[in-house]
């Protein structure tokens, strides 16, 4: 009896874990989609990876062209924003933005860019300092 | 007034015109990694004309009514013409209502004595940048089933890995039932929408199914279709994670 109330005292919070953070997700789609409407400023979808010595991101931006995209690459973030042409009503003469804090520093001067059928990939080295160790 | 009436778990699959008839090609085309069954199948809908004759609702589903061209839609729809009856949702289905849907959705599929259960999905690659034409994967719920799906060129067997969600959760019942139920999977991206991948599913459909579908105005118009489904992407996005569809990028252990 005792456990079985210990159990259904797990899963209530487990539940009202599950009720916030679909409380919080449904709050970030509402700005994100408040933002487009007010400020015609559409955020893409993106993904930011780290692999090895590298930080890659890719962004989907589709109904651009890649000389319109601007890229600023700094040492801790990534800033995109490209023109996006579109008959899809509430997008029509819209505006990518997408500003990126990165999840560590990198080397700007290395970073490279390519755009292909409406996806941006941008990936930077890393910058590593210190000093090599031995292994004994 | 209501045709046939299936409910279990909650689900009712509705068939406002019903379906009588057996020898059936079932194609389902939930949203999940890249939306390429939806596109895939709602492409199909679109150039084979199918017409709506059913629905399917649920407890777990959002209160939500689509409006389109004025009309309202239900969100999960079945479309049927000639030998081909397809299912699509307007929205992911969420974490709780998977296996309740594909319980009732394969009971019922099975009183319908199909010939063929299909799944279409993505298969996510992180490197589909790099991948000009996306590859088509086959696996039936039994080897005798694998082999005749493989037998059109140019696809190759699934192999291992995991298949999450319902997709998943479909093939089983499938197994389970006796059904012959497979899924075609394309490389796909995770989570951005994919016409090309789909476009790959719809050309191996075209020769598997005799049914000659041009795959041109789906690329053509790839950039504006994935722009209008962005939202979707996003939202399918949060639900991937509850049902660890990140799983499918994974190998099943190994212990030997």
Same mark, same amino acid.
Request: overall charge neutral.
């Given at each position: 009896?005792?456990?079985?109330?210990?159990?259904?005292?797990?899963?209530?919070?487990?539940?009202?874990?599950?009720?916030?953070?679909?409380?919080?997700?449904?709050?970030?789609?509402?700005?994100?989609?408040?933002?487009?409407?007010?400020?015609?400023?559409?955020?893409?979808?993106?993904?930011?990876?780290?692999?090895?010595?590298?930080?890659?991101?890719?962004?989907?931006?589709?109904?651009?062209?890649?000389?319109?995209?601007?890229?600023?690459?700094?040492?801790?973030?990534?800033?995109?924003?490209?023109?996006?042409?579109?008959?899809?009503?509430?997008?029509?003469?819209?505006?990518?933005?997408?500003?990126?804090?990165?999840?560590?520093?990198?080397?700007?001067?290395?970073?490279?860019?390519?755009?292909?059928?409406?996806?941006?990939?941008?990936?930077?080295?890393?910058?590593?300092?210190?000093?090599?160790?031995?292994?004994? | 007034?209501?045709?046939?009436?299936?409910?279990?778990?909650?689900?009712?699959?509705?068939?406002?015109?019903?379906?009588?008839?057996?020898?059936?090609?079932?194609?389902?085309?939930?949203?999940?990694?890249?939306?390429?069954?939806?596109?895939?199948?709602?492409?199909?809908?679109?150039?084979?004309?199918?017409?709506?004759?059913?629905?399917?609702?649920?407890?777990?589903?959002?209160? *939500?009514?689509? !409006?389109?061209?004025?009309? #309202? $839609? =239900?969100?999960? &729809?079945?479309?049927?013409?000639?030998? %081909? @009856?397809?299912?699509?949702?307007?929205?992911?289905?969420?974490?709780?209502?998977?296996?309740?849907?594909?319980?009732?959705?394969?009971?019922?599929?099975?009183?319908?004595?199909?010939?063929?259960?299909?799944?279409?999905?993505?298969?996510?690659?992180?490197?589909?940048?790099?991948?000009?034409?996306?590859?088509?994967?086959?696996?039936?719920?039994?080897?005798?089933?694998?082999?005749?799906?493989?037998?059109?060129?140019?696809?190759?067997?699934?192999?291992?890995?995991? *298949?999450?969600? !319902?997709?998943?959760?479909? #093939? $089983? =019942?499938?197994? &389970?039932?006796?059904?012959?139920?497979? %899924? @075609?999977?394309?490389?796909?991206?995770?989570?951005?929408?994919?016409?090309?991948?789909?476009?790959?599913?719809?050309?191996?459909?075209?020769?598997?199914?005799?049914?000659?579908?041009?795959?041109?105005?789906?690329?053509?118009?790839?950039?504006?279709?994935?722009?209008?489904?962005?939202?979707?992407?996003?939202?399918?996005?949060?639900?991937?994670?509850?049902?660890?569809?990140?799983?499918?990028?994974?190998?099943?252990?190994?212990?030997?």
């Amino acid at each position: 009896m005792e456990r079985r109330s210990l159990w259904r005292i797990i899963l209530e919070g487990i539940r009202r874990m599950e009720a916030e953070v679909n409380r919080m997700e449904e709050e970030l789609f509402k700005m994100i989609k408040e933002a487009e409407v007010m400020r015609r400023c559409i955020t893409p979808l993106y993904n930011l990876y780290e692999s090895g010595d590298e930080v890659i991101l890719t962004a989907d931006l589709p109904g651009t062209n890649k000389d319109e995209i601007e890229l600023i690459a700094g040492e801790d973030y990534f800033k995109i924003e490209a023109p996006c042409k579109s008959p899809v009503r509430r997008i029509q003469e819209g505006r990518y933005v997408l500003h990126v804090r990165l999840p560590v520093k990198v080397d700007p001067e290395t970073v490279k860019a390519r755009y292909k059928e409406g996806v941006l990939e941008v990936v930077a080295k890393k910058k590593i300092t210190g000093h090599r160790v031995k292994v004994e | 007034m209501r045709g046939d009436l299936r409910e279990e778990q909650g689900v009712e699959i509705v068939e406002v015109k019903p379906i009588k008839d057996g020898g059936l090609i079932f194609i389902e085309g939930f949203p999940d990694v890249g939306l390429v069954g939806t596109i895939a199948t709602s492409y199909l809908i679109d150039k084979l004309g199918l017409e709506e004759v059913g629905y399917i609702n649920a407890e777990t589903l959002p209160p *939500i009514i689509a !409006v389109s061209e004025e009309k #309202l $839609r =239900e969100l999960v &729809r079945v479309y049927r013409g000639g030998r %081909i @009856v397809a299912i699509v949702s307007d929205i992911p289905l969420p974490a709780p209502l998977v296996k309740p849907m594909a319980y009732t959705l394969m009971s019922w599929v099975k009183s319908k004595e199909p010939e063929l259960f299909i799944s279409l999905s993505g298969l996510p690659d992180p490197n589909r940048l790099n991948i000009d034409k996306p590859g088509v994967f086959v696996l039936g719920c039994n080897p005798e089933l694998t082999e005749k799906l493989v037998s059109i060129n140019g696809v190759s067997k699934f192999r291992e890995g995991f *298949i999450a969600g !319902v997709k998943g959760m479909l #093939l $089983r =019942e499938g197994w &389970r039932l006796k059904v012959d139920a497979a %899924i @075609v999977l394309a490389q796909s991206h995770y989570n951005y929408p994919d016409p090309g991948a789909a476009a790959e599913i719809i050309l191996y459909l075209s020769k598997l199914l005799k049914i000659g579908v041009d795959v041109a105005p789906l690329l053509e118009s790839a950039e504006e279709l994935k722009l209008r489904l962005r939202d979707l992407m996003r939202r399918t996005d949060q639900v991937m994670h509850g049902i660890q569809k990140s799983k499918e990028l994974e190998l099943p252990p190994v212990y030997l």
